[in-house]
Structures are given as structure tokens and as C-alpha cells.
């Protein structure tokens, strides 16, 4: 069959066992090298270690100064399924996802047809040697590498095999593309912390990857990469790192959460660093506890229980962790309990993608729970802000006394991110009303609904204060304003209006939206979160093309009068989003609704990353019907 | 099965249930003032709104006696319920303690982190047959395996109250009510449950038993980790039929004692009357002590696999047994197994927020 379908044409000869030169021979002759400028993918099955692999890469390239981001594509399952990660170099810096991919690497015979499609024009194919190509494309340099020999060749285990083979294509791809072998090394000490090792053992298979290919392969592609310096000074992290270490930092003091993709990486790094930066150096003694609790509901009415009882609490969830959790932030809305919430967003509805990234739970976040409630969310668009919002969400949820609910998704909190440095925060805790002892003794009592300082936000004492006037039973029935059972009109209605009163408060202290307003430009666009990255390069894809575009990054709900300000400023409004229903569309329109008109969905949900180019060409369709 | 029969259900105000223990007269100070100087009357909550006769205002009641009579600053207890007429009650009893009347089975999450963020404190939680049962189930099984130190009131009546009389998860197979029809399902023992979920401190009790209930109350207060009282507390207005189980008639004829037992406070000399080898002490977190009479052929409650024969037995046959069912003190609680000394939520900025420098460090690692 094999020798049928290639015999046909001798251009897309491929024999069985192809010689590497040979094959490199028939490639297309090379062109002006392209230096930092394209993406590599590795297509793997989910399981095998690639994502080491991957990693290593990525490190490697950023040690060398050059712009890089890392999206994993990843199943929902533990092994065997085809996997890609694609690693996008950028010497102009944009780190958001590409549609195309100049290097395919491919491991996985499952996907060898698809993958074999997918690469761009030009580009190269590399493969382990024992994968056939039925056909080949005349357009592509083909690198075949015998990555299971060489596997067989260093690791007696066959168990281990698979791990090995992945380090294989580090080497060649360095080799190919010249990615320097140190920086490999040093991305190794990295990742397996600073253990020589598991280092030396994968080096072993790199280097000898890399001299196979130097002598074995013949490079006819223009892909390089060079030194640059556009990395120095610059951290790579995760944003469920980035987001726990903001945690710590704010002071968390309990955590109770529920094994979920993708927010387990949050807790992991929770029980990763707790440990080192939070004992007591009195007692020896931690200052916190991290519970994996037995399902959603119990994470979410512990953290509860212990803002109530004046720990710094949270947990970290997505999707259907949400669902379940709308009975607690219901009861902490109305109690008014002090709690954050991270919502590492995946796609739903139902269990949905579980591996794939979405901002679908922005209207679910925002009003979750029944009767009439309400709650603020922080939307960080960076690794940095997941950092930042790490810590001030607790100053938030302590000063409001409410759930604050944190939207990351699973692209900003499972991949990898450039950043710069996260800076310590200098504002001191907001540990928000509390009484002391002798504060509750002077005043013979308190109340703990009355708005006193007309901002909606009552007084509170916590349990353990031995005042006989301190304590008030906490529920979530009607209440007076002395916490007392109450089911008079008048009561709930006053309650209801000073909980509104609090959420105008809410709206002053959240963290306002970063604009980029543009002279004379007619259109505008509003995002949030993620796609960060993709709008900016989208803004100087469009300004090539004649169209300016004022920019709005939401970083808080409820919006305020900002928001206002820039509807009225501009003719036209994208809002860019990754869901289907166009929720903070939706939302933008019910704030401003003598604006809906000019504010324009510019929505996309199909569990990948949104392009700069997705937008860019929905802006411009959009454009050319006004 | 051989129990210990009592017939007498009204207490006396000493803390034995069995009248040949001696106890140390509690609060001997004058005018009713107990050991940390506080009258009975410090101890009260809000008047009830349940209905006239309510086993859970007994039991109420019985807490206030105990909580005064060890003399536990009202303070330091910290009352947890979730929704359900039990739940309810909280507000009934010791209204200068915190009290957090959380959602339909999730007092043991809420208590959990509250206790948590506090391990000081005492956690005293009423809790119903529904509440436990049925919704919370989970959650009370959950909160048993990582034995977090609190007091767990089951206020048992087998039917759902509020919402007008249907069936409990507790309710007996074969039983008949006005509004509910015939009950098809054989009940969830939650004692059985407890032990099976590991639970060190297992015990049923009765309302119209007024002395167990506090005697068991200050053994439970003085626990170190879930401490389970499943009190039988009849619901006079929707199943106190004398034909069922739940209610007072066949609590007071059927009530089958499996132990007799004293409870003595730390630094206390326990007064004995019988000879040595009759009885057994199990101490407490607290170094008070629990001090069983040995009868033949009485429960041994440190003795797992029997707690779990004699209440299958009981559950089999329908019968009404209380008493001590199992005790085991070698478990550390929740506190204990996450080494905690000061209270989570007594740390301020200076202990919460790690130095400046330590964040560098990381900083520069992530390059």
C-alpha cells in the first residue's frame, strides 16, 4: 500500500527507512534565513514527558533573550492521547497564540496526517523515523530522526523509553535551529531544581541527539534563532504560580480547595511554597492550612467558616466547582463573609473541555447565587496581575466583608508567561471593620448590619473575642441590623439597600481598567484577562492596515464611570472574548445601555487561545458592514 | 444482648448516671455562681419559637447545664447548626457565644474552617436528623475522618419538621404518619455511621433523659476531636405517636441503658463506692475523666467490633439503646494533625506577609 500510494509520484518518494541526508536532499533549497520569528509544535501523546520536554525548550529559548510563549494543548485524559504544545518565538515580543506553525515535530503516528497538514508552507516536518508518510508535501523539509533507537541506545528501561525519546527531539531541534546546548542545561537545572542527576542523564541524550543531527542531517530550512536581549531581567512563570505566591504574599491563612482542571496547579504551588515562607519562626509552627476538602461545596463552606472566623481564606476552582459553589457565595453574600474565590476558567457548559481555556463563567462569577446577588470580580490579564490580585483580593474581600471572585483561565494559569518581575507589595494588609475586645467593651455592643459609615460596610467582631457584648449569630435568614432572625418588610428591604449601597463601594475600590485611549480613533476595543496579548498584537495588525483602535482591558467588575467614558468616546466597540454568549458584551450593554448600540461583539470560544489574527479579521469583517 | 435497665429518667442534678458514682458538686460557690464566677443565667439564649414540648429545648437546656456547670466561658464556645428545626436552637442557648447558623447540611465545612482558622475555641454543633442524614451526609462523614475537635449534636426525631412531617432518613422501615404514608426504607444508624467513618467518641441519648444528656455533654465538650451525640428528641407535633420509636412514650419504656458512667473534671478526686477493679477510666483531652461502671454483661465502649454488634443488633430488632457506644482518645484531631499552636486568624502582617527579600529570591529563580 505504502509503496503504491509513494511509487506514484518520485517527488514524494519516501522509503520505509528513509537516509536523513537523502531525504534532506529533496527538500526545497533554502531561502533568506528567518531568525526568531515562527513557532515550533511538538506533537506527542499526553503522558509520555514531553511536557519536559517542552519546557526545557521553552526555557532555553528565553535564556537566550528571545520573546517566547507556550501553549499546551492538552486531552482530558492521563495517557496515549495526542498532545501538542507549540512554542511561539517573537523578536518583536508578541506572546499570544499563532495560528500556524513553521516546525512540527512529531512523535505521535496518530496525528501524523493532521500534523503533516497543519504545518505552514515552507516549514519543517520533523519525525521520529519509524512514523511513514504516505504522502509528503513538496513545500516542506523533512528532518526523520530514529528516535527510538537512539531511546533504546540510552535507557535500558523500557518503561523509561518514552520519557528519553522526548529528550531526543531537544536535541535535534537545538541542533537544527541552534539553540544553545547550555541553555538547555541550564533549563534542565531548572526544571528538575537544581538535582544534577535527572540534568546529567537528559543532557547525555541531548547532546547525543544534537551530534546525530550535526552529523546527520543536512539543514535546508531558513529557521534560526539567534541571541537577543530581550529577555534580560524578565521572569517565566505560570499564573496559578503566579496567583498562589500572590496568596502567600497577601497572607493567606487557610485554603480549602477540590482536585479540578485546571486550578489544581494553584493548590499545588499553594503546598509548594506554603511551607518554605509561612512558619512561624516563634513556634516553628505553620501559620496556615491547606485542606483538600471533599467535594466543592465543603471547600467553599470552609473558606467561608474561616473568613467568618478571621483567617484570610480562599480556595481555587473552575467551571463546575462554580456551579456547586453558588450555595456558599450566596450565604457568604448575604451573611457577608470575607472570602476569594479563583475561578481558573475552562470550558463549559456541563464538564465541557475540561483542558481547554474559555472566559465563560464571567456572567456565572458575577452574579452567582439565587435571589438578588451580586459580587465583585477581579480579571487579571497577566501573570503579574495574577500575582498582584493574589494578595489584594484578600484586602478586598476583608474591607467589603464579601466573596471576591477571582477569573484566571486555564491559559494564563497552566502556561508558562513572561513577565517582569512581580513587585512586593508595599500598600500594608487592609484587614478591613473589626472590633477589638476593648473596642466592642466601650461601646457595650454592637450591631453587626448597621451601616455606621455610610460606605454599607457594618462592623464585625470575630469569634474569640471575650467580650460578653462581642458575639452575633451568623445566618443566612432575614436579619436586622443586630444580626437578629428578622422577617419584617422593612428590615429585609433596609438590609437589601445597604447591600447595595456596599456594592457602589465595591465599584470605587476595585482596580480600575487600563486604557490606551488613541487620538481620532473611531473604534475601540475592550477586553479582559488572556487574550491580553492577542489584542495588542491585533491593534498594530489593524494599524497596519489603516485602522486605529483606542484599547480598554476590564481588570474589575462592577465597571465604573471609566467605562462610561470610553463608550462615549468611541463610535464603534469590540468586545473581545472567549465564550459564545458574548457574556461581558452583554454586561458592558446592561451598564451603559443608551451605548448598547455601538458596543459589538467580537466573541470566539473554540477551547483554543484567541489569535491576533481571529481578531484582527473579525474586527475588519465587522468594519467593512458599519 | 444483655443491657443495663434504669428506669428512672428524671435526673437529680448530679453528674453520674449511676447513683453509686459520687461526684464533686459542681459550682459550690455561692449564689449559684460557678467556677469561673458566671450564674446560670449567663449561660441563656433567646426564648425558643419550637413548639411546646420540643425535645430540642430539653436539650438545649442540657447544654446550658453542662457548659455552666464545667464552667466553660461562654466565650470560647462557638455554636454551629445547619437548617432544620434543630438547627434552630443555637440561638436558644448561651447567646454570648458566636453562633453560625450555616446551610441544610454543610455545618460541618463551615464549622470546619471556622475551627480551623481557631483552634482555641470550642466548637458546639446541633445538627438534625435531616441536616446529618440525608443532605449532609457527606459532610458529616468527612468532618468525622479528619476528627476535627467539636461537639456534634445529632437532635434525632426522625421526620423533617419544618417543612411539615415527611420522612427522615432515620425514620424506622414500616412506620406510618399522618401526612407521610408508610415509610418503605430502613433507617441510617448515623452512630454506626460515625463508627465506621472512625469517629473516637460515639454515644446515643435519649431528651427525656435529661442526666445522660449532660453527663455526655461535658465527656463530649471534654474530647479531643468529633465527639458524635445522636440524641433521640421527639417532635411532638408530627411524630410522638406512642406506636413510634422517636417519640416519648417508647423512648421512656424502651430506653435500654448499655453503660453506666461518670463524668469527673480535671483536678477533681473522684469519689468511688465500690471496690477496685469495678470501674474503668477513660481520660480525656482536658485530663478529665470518664469513669465507667464495669457490670457484667455492660457495654465496653473501648471495644470497637461490640459498639458495632450491639448497634446492628439494635437496629435490627428495632431497639432503643443508649449510653456510651464507643470511645477511642489515641486519634489526634484536625488541629493536631496540621501541628497548629496559635490561631490562624491571630496572625497579622508580620507573621502573613513573607519579607521583601524572600520574594527576590524567587524572582531570580524564575529566569
New interface residues.
Partial sequence: MLRELTASTNANLVSEKPHPTLESNLAPSPREPIVNDFAITAATKNGSGSQTSNAILLRALF?MGIPVSGKNIFPSNIQGRPTWYTIRLSKDGYLARRETTEIMIVLNPDTVLEDHQNTAPGGVFMYADDIKLPVRRSDLHYYAIPVKEMARQHEADPKLRTYVANMVYVGAIAQLLGIDLDEIQAALM?HFKGKTKPVESNMKVVRAAAAWAAENLIKTDPYRVERMDKTKG????DGNTAAA?GA????V??V?WYPITPATSLADALNE?LPK??I?PE?Q?????V?Q???E?????????????????MTCTSGPGISLMA??TG?GYFAEIPAVIWDVQRMGPATGLPTRVSQGDVIAAYWLGHGDTKHPVLLPGSVYECFEFGWRAFDLAERLQTPIFVLSDLDLGMNQWMSK??D??EE??D?GKVLTEEQVNATRGFARYKDVDGDGIGWR????????F????????GHNERAM?SERADDWENNMDRLARKFETARKLMPPPVIDMVEGAEIGIIGFGSTDPAIQEARAMLEAKGIRASYLRLRALPMNDDMTMFLAAHKRIYVVEMNSDAQLCQLIRLHSPKDAEKVRPANHSDGLPLTAHWITEEILYQETRH | MTTVKNGSIAGNGTQATSPSIKMPTPGAGAAGVNIIGLVKA?YKGLESTLCNGCGHDSISSQIITACYELGV????I??FSGIGCSSKS??YFM?????????HG?M???????????H??QGLGVSGDGDTGSIGL??FM?LIR?NLRMVYIIENNGVYGLTKGQFSATADIGQELKYAGRNEFPPIDLCRAAIVADCGFVARSFAGDPKQVVTLLKAALSYRGTAVLDIISPCVTFNNRDDSTKSYSWGKAHDERINDFGFVMSQEEIQIDYAEGETKEVELFDGSKIVLKKLDGSHDPTDKQAALRLLTEAHDKQLFITGLLYINTERPNLAET????????????D????S?E???K??????
Fill in positions: 535564556k531548572f524578565q521572569i517565566m512563570i505566591l502567600i504574599y497577601g497572607g491563612g487557610f480549602a511554597y515562607l509561612r512561624d513556634t509552627a505553620p501559620t496556615y492550612a485542606v476538602a471533599e467535594d461545596l465543603a471547600a467553599l463552606g470552609m473558606v467561608i467558616g474561616a473568613g467568618w472566623a478571621g483567617a484570610r481564606a450555595e456558599f450565604l518581575p512581580f512586593y507589595p500594608p494588609m484587614r467582631t470575630l469569634p474569640g473575642n471575650e467580650s460578653p462581642a458575639a452575633y449569630f451568623t445566618r443566612g435568614s432572625l | 449567663d466561658k461562654p466565650e470560647r462557638v455554636k443555637p440561638a447567646s454570648r457565644s458566636f453562633g453560625f447558623n450555616a446551610l454543610r460541618p465545612s463551615v464549622a470546619q474552617g471556622a475551627l480551623m482558622a481557631n482555641t475555641l457527606g459532610q468527612h479528619r496540621y501541628r497548629l499552636v496559635k490561631p490562624i486568624a491571630s496572625y497579622q502582617q507573621k502573613l506577609r513573607p521583601r524572600s520574594l527576590q524567587i524572582m531570580s529563580a524564575m529566569y
